[in-house]
């Protein structure tokens, strides 16, 4: 999924002059808040920004007026226009050259809290893209799927786990309009990918934070039809959805009642949280248990079972004591290389041979999160390369692919709730090359698990949308998973 504002379709016609119809660039919908700048050049003049407004659903703004509307969705499938005012309107099939930038700060990934009642820190997102574009009244079309693959092996008594995946898989193709909500249910249907469905709520959800009538009679439509089961509701806390400060204590403890009601409509058993603060949980847990909801914190590259930051949330639990409480197991903590996806992005950004060599060395030092982060950027900065010019990559190579001794698990297992099956690759002998899944299997099957592996294939967040089928790559997934599976249980 690229890290663009703008696709080969974007430019179009308008009366004020021209229009660019804008793409999220991110997995999930983003407040309106989120966007800190927009700037555009059209063949070579930078355009003025009082002659730019966004339109969203029918509303305009001034570019000044965007970081101010914190309650205004940006929905993932939504593309608003960006107006640029000219003299005279372009017309059907003119070409421009187009130059964008962007800034944005995910609003659920803060680096520091805020001080002084003053806004936090938040992982940035930059987006810079220069295109040549050519002005066209329509969507480019969806390509064609490949449809006859054939059904997966039965799943048995015997299978310690049982499979699903997370609609997160599909970000990219969902995001792109490719599919429709109902449609990518029955695309999952159609390839034998299941029974669990998981889904990440500010991703599907139009009226996020909110799970509507309307959403669950779609739901529950569709779960009917195929024969799914409820996973896991993925739960975002949007502490920076103001730009002004961070969200209070009672803001957080109110939004995420609100996402736990809509999980207990869907009929979910089960909710990804994504902040284990004490006080927090502590007015949450009397919620969880009038809805009979378990609540998982996920355990995520770089951290892993036994880092301090997780220490400090085993702590918690210990003093709540509450069976309802424990992790989601994501395999990104426990890679032994990065992902060939990832390198492959960051030498199409500009990464030379030399710079993505010292980038996997940095990788697989023992330093935290920031400070590999910083020297890898020093080190970019030190050979006149702007890191601007890897977007998010420059952060996210090292908070989303951690190198934890998958053997950790084990030292949490009880705990472990449901698991986030991530992976990038699948390769010509059906491994995945960055993490070892017959070794992560054997740790399950020994520790005693015996819930959800959700397949969650994150490839998107370095490939181009299209360059593969993330569907046909989760069931070549589920037949290793499988495999593995069925490997351990036969006799030494």
Do not use: C
Not at 289 to 316: F, Q
Not at 383 to 411: I, K
């Amino acid at each position: 999924m690229p890290n663009g504002l703008l696709s080969d379709d974007s430019l179009r016609t308008h009366p004020d002059g021209l229009a660019l119809s804008l793409t999220l660039p991110w997995y999930r919908s983003l407040w309106l808040s989120s966007v800190g700048t927009l700037s555009v050049t059209i063949d070579g003049a930078p355009v003025d920004p009082a002659d730019v407004t966004f339109e969203l659903a029918g509303t305009r703004y001034t570019l000044e007026q965007l970081p101010e509307q914190s309650d205004v969705l940006w929905y993932l499938q939504e593309h608003p226009l960006l107006i640029v005012r000219r003299d005279a309107p372009i017309a059907l099939g003119e070409t421009h050259e187009v130059e964008i930038f962007g800034e944005l700060r995910l609003p659920y990934m803060q680096i520091a809290p805020g001080q002084d009642g003053g806004p936090g820190m938040y992982v940035p997102n930059i987006v810079r893209q220069s295109l040549t574009l050519t002005a066209t009244d329509r969507d480019a079309p969806a390509p064609a799927l490949v449809s006859d693959v054939p059904p997966p092996p039965a799943a048995t008594e015997d299978d310690p786990f049982k499979l699903g995946l997370t609609l997160y898989s599909a970000s990219g193709e969902f995001r792109a309009g490719w599919y429709d909500f109902d449609g990518l249910l029955d695309r999952v249907a159609e390839l034998g990918i299941g029974p669990g469905i998981e889904i990440v709520a500010s991703q599907v959800l139009r009226t996020y934070p909110q799970v509507t009538d309307e959403f669950v009679r779609t739901w529950r439509a569709a779960f009917d039809r195929h024969g799914f089961d409820e996973s896991s509701f993925g739960a975002n806390l949007d502490m920076g959805r103001r730009r002004d400060r961070d969200m209070t204590p009672d803001e957080e403890f109110e939004f995420s009642e609100v996402l736990f009601r809509g999980a207990k409509k869907l009929r979910f058993p089960l909710v990804r949280i994504q902040s284990a603060k004490p006080e927090l949980l502590r007015r949450l847990l009397p919620v969880a248990e009038e809805l009979d909801l378990k609540l998982a914190y996920e355990i995520h590259a770089p951290m892993g079972p036994n880092s301090p930051e997780i220490l400090k949330v085993r702590e918690v639990y210990d003093q709540l004591d509450s069976p309802l409480l424990g992790f989601v197991a994501d395999f990104s903590s426990t890679m032994h290389a990065m992902s060939p996806t990832l390198l492959r992005a960051v030498r199409k950004a500009g990464l030379d041979d030399a710079s993505v060599e010292r980038m996997q060395e940095i990788w697989a030092t023992d330093a935290s999160m920031r400070e590999r982060q910083q020297e890898f950027i020093g080190y970019l900065q030190s050979r006149d390369f702007d890191p601007g010019r890897l977007g998010s990559f420059a952060h996210l190579a090292f908070n989303m692919q951690g190198h934890v001794d998958p053997r950790e698990w084990g030292d949490i297992m009880p705990q472990i709730l449901h698991v986030h099956a991530k992976f990038y690759d699948i390769d010509e002998n059906g491994q995945e090359p960055a993490i070892d899944y017959p070794e992560l299997v054997r740790v399950f099957v020994d520790g005693g698990y015996r819930g959800y592996w959700s397949s969650e294939w994150e490839g998107h967040a370095f490939a181009e949308t299209g360059e593969v089928d993330p569907l046909l790559l989760v069931r070549k997934q589920h037949d290793l998973i499988r495999s593995s599976m069925r490997a351990v249980r036969q006799p030494a």
